[in-house]
């Protein structure tokens, strides 16, 4: 049966002048939807007529009709053929614009806005489909589960303003995703996307898979919208369920970020930043990140930092600014890892790293004092690589640790006897490396101090005094 005349059967509407009655016996979904497939995937003149055709078939069908003898299989299979019609021109790996681009995107945008009237007429059936006793949830479950991702890919890639897209194509996206998200029972994007706790499952597995084969190195550039989905995407899920899909997230964001183009550059340094703040897999990006030295390096791509240099900076940019002692005390366990990693080198980020040391030791950060002591050892890692541009520092560092090692001593709070031991310790073993490197300034310093203060003869009421004493054989 024709498509126009199936929607009028359905709608029970007789025939148009000249036309033979629609037979009483519709068709089944099933049998429907199968030949519709192949149909969409043929050339663009017969597809756009078929997609409007089928936008209103779903809206006329009864839901009876069109889940009863429908297996989710099919259903999904017609979803991801929409799908690919709707998609912008796929383009050759880095690749010029073709010709006639423009026009191309201007046509893609078009049968995006027919398609979403699909999936929207598509997702209203489905919400009357719950109400009624036949079908309900047993049946619409599946349908869902198969349809869900499809769906979401295609509204992430229309609801922004992009080439591909218009005025109304982003309209129907973003109508498209409200009802999504209300279909799955969900309050929000990133609802739908991470479940409503830790431990419900959402839909981020199911949309990564859909896009995994879409962003490996021989892929990500032919289909332009699949970095912006994905960067779009990324942001709705944040910690503590992004960590379960580290895997998954890391290697576009990675990939996208060494391309040579500003524009991806940026786009997977967002990525990152907001991985390394939502999962902070700063040790396992140090375990990454020579992958990517070494590729530079065959393809002589000399530049004057490594992405080691360029992830450092902005960990210590946001450490700087951080003011959560959980996220301090996350930072600073990892940041002696990325000192060990440059070695000397390190050299390139002193002046932002001693800024990050000097307000990190400062600050108390609990009982634990986990900040402090990854901040100690991150200082001694300093000293030992970079020693050379220590002596000019030392006022600083010196002034610094003197004034944390006095407050421990006068500290009579909760922070336990041997967490005070291990922060005098290490403080200690960095004045010790300080006086070395700046070739026994450090006792200088205090032995100067100590001589010309009045209260030497009760040495533990000075600080500077008290320290002296201690360091004085060392």
Request: overall charge negative; aromatic content about 6%.
């Amino acid at each position: 049966m024709e498509l126009g005349g199936l929607v009028r059967a359905l709608r029970a509407e007789g025939p148009r002048d000249g036309e033979q009655p629609p037979p009483r016996a519709v068709p089944p979904a099933e049998q429907i939807l199968l030949q519709l497939a192949p149909l969409i995937a043929e050339g663009a003149a017969p597809r756009a007529g078929v997609v409007r055709d089928l936008g209103a078939l779903v809206e006329a069908a009864e839901c009876q009709w069109l889940f009863g003898g429908l297996s989710p299989a099919t259903l999904g299979e017609l979803v991801a053929a929409l799908n690919g019609h709707a998609a912008p021109p796929k383009q050759e790996q880095d690749a010029a614009d073709p010709p006639g681009k423009d026009s191309a995107y201007a046509a893609a945008a078009e049968r995006a806005a027919e398609v979403g009237s699909v999936f929207l007429h598509l997702l209203a059936k489905l919400e009357v489909a719950k109400t009624q006793e036949s079908l309900g949830v047993p049946v619409v479950g599946p349908v869902l589960s198969r349809v869900m991702g499809p769906i979401y890919i295609f509204a992430a890639t229309h609801i922004v303003e992009r080439p591909w897209t218009n005025a109304r194509s982003q309209s129907v996206a973003q109508e498209l995703l409200a009802l999504l998200v209300q279909a799955a029972g969900c309050g929000s994007v990133a609802e739908f996307l991470r479940g409503k706790d830790e431990d419900e499952e959402g839909r981020f597995a199911a949309v990564m898979g859909l896009l995994k084969q879409e962003l490996t190195k021989d892929t990500w550039k032919r289909n332009p919208a699949t970095k912006h989905v994905f960067s779009w995407t990324l942001p709705h899920v944040t910690r503590p369920w992004l960590s379960h899909y580290l895997e998954r997230v890391l290697p576009p964001s990675l990939l996208i970020s060494d391309d040579y183009q500003e524009e991806n550059k940026i786009l997977g340094v967002r990525c990152l930043h907001h991985i390394i703040l939502n999962v902070v897999v700063l040790l396992c990006l140090l375990d990454l990140l020579p992958i990517l030295e070494r590729a530079q390096r065959q393809q002589n791509q000399g530049r004057p930092t490594t992405p080691c240099d360029e992830v450092l900076q902005l960990v210590l940019t946001h450490m700087e600014a951080e003011h959560r002692l959980a996220l301090r005390r996350v930072y600073a366990r990892t940041l002696p890892a990325f000192v060990q990693r440059l070695g000397i080198l390190i050299v390139r980020h002193l002046k932002r790293l001693e800024r990050v040391i000097l307000g990190y030791l400062e600050v108390c950060d609990g009982p634990e004092e986990e900040a402090r002591l990854g901040i100690l050892e991150t200082l001694q890692c300093t000293i030992e690589h970079a020693w050379p541009r220590m002596p000019c520092r030392l006022p600083v560092l010196l002034k610094a640790l003197l004034k944390m090692m006095w407050d421990i001593h006068t500290d009579h709070g909760s922070t336990p006897e041997l967490v005070k031991a291990a922060l005098l310790q290490g403080a200690t073993e960095c004045l010790i490396l300080l006086d070395r490197c700046s070739e026994g300034q450090v006792k200088v310093l205090l032995e100067g101090v100590y001589s010309s203060c009045e209260e030497n003869r009760v040495a533990d009421q000075c600080s500077p005094c008290f320290l002296y004493s201690k360091l004085l054989f060392i």
